[in-house]
């Protein structure tokens, strides 16, 4: 009779096992289909739209105006404005968050770690719209204070924003990294006589470079791909320039404002969503293939 019941719940812990290995299976390839198919749009729509423009003008013109008369598709100024806010909001998140990082896994005790990583990530929890009427209505008042030629809606208000909603990616996820390197290795610098500061500088982030490479990634991902607060505060004027005080437009500004308005679908506008998206998500892919090879060989 036991083993009766042995055998019978070793097939009903298979067959368990069997279902939850099918579904695994089947949430994997479903993840891979809806990026084919995410990639397949922007495919279809881009070709018709390069059936009109070259590609060529597309990625060298320094004018865009496709919605005016006459019509120009150069891209340069809306690329321009994307890596414009994202290296501006890079400089302020990256060296706060790795800082932020340094002090909860090196400096803080475990109580005050507590209470203080939950508050940041308080921070990531709140939407983008917020930080973009944040940005218009203190970031860049204060910025025309210190510096009066900064127009109404700027590059640089816009980047502080994202900035300051990216930094919890940052911290978090390099604290995380830092807290895997084992205490053995700190136990044995502080032996030697280091202080605290040479054993995170010198010992803890190169230990753990690989995952703070990934946050950095991570976060300039996220930056290049924000929508809400460059489209509230950075404008929308699709202007090449390189002067953080002047507006500007990015890939997902342009985007979310030409999605929203009153265009034909199939025309020519419609097909340029689709054509700075297929960039946009060529960009990204670039992005997170360097950081992957970068940290695969830093890790052999």
């Known amino acids: 009779m036991e083993n009766t019941q042995k055998i019978s719940r070793k097939r009903k812990k298979k067959t368990s096992e069997r279902v939850i290995e099918t579904l695994i299976r ?5 993840t891979v289909f809806i990026t084919v198919g995410i990639i397949f749009t922007l495919l279809m729509e881009s070709l018709k739209f390069f059936d009109h423009v070259s590609l060529l003008e597309f990625l060298t013109g320094t004018v865009w105006t496709p919605l005016m008369l006459p019509a120009h598709f150069g891209v340069l100024p809306l690329v321009v404005g994307t890596f414009t806010i994202a290296i501006l909001a890079s400089i302020v998140a990256i060296p706060l968050g790795l800082g932020t990082a340094i002090y909860l896994s090196e400096y803080a005790t475990s109580r005050l770690r507590k209470v203080l990583k939950p508050a940041l990530e308080l921070l990531a929890g709140i ?3 917020v930080y973009g009427y944040f940005a218009l209505t203190f970031i860049t008042p204060m910025l025309r204070t210190i510096l ?12 502080i924003a994202v900035g300051i909603m990216i930094i919890p990616l940052v911290a978090s996820l390099s604290e995380d990294a830092m807290n895997a390197i084992p205490n053995a290795m700190r136990s044995g610098a502080y032996a030697l006589g280091s202080t605290r500061l040479e054993v995170a500088t010198k010992i803890v982030i190169p230990a753990a470079k690989s995952g703070i490479v990934a946050s950095f990634v991570l976060a300039i991902s996220r930056a290049i791909g924000e929508t809400m607060i460059v489209a509230i505060a950075a404008g929308a004027s699709p202007n090449l320039t390189f002067n953080p005080l002047r507006s500007i437009q990015t890939m997902t ?3 979310v404002s030409v999605s929203t308005g009153d265009i034909s679908v199939g025309s020519m506008e419609y097909q340029t969503i689709f054509a700075v998206g297929l960039l946009l998500f060529f960009i990204t ?4 293939l360097f950081a992957r090879k970068y940290i695969s060989n830093k890790r052999r």
């Open 26 to 30: 089947i949430f994997a390839i479903a």
């Open 127 to 129: 939407p983008s719209i």
């Open 148 to 159: 009066p030629d900064t127009e109404v809606f700027n590059s640089l208000s816009a980047s």
């Open 253 to 255: 500004g342009y985007m």
């Open 285 to 288: 892919f670039a992005l997170n």
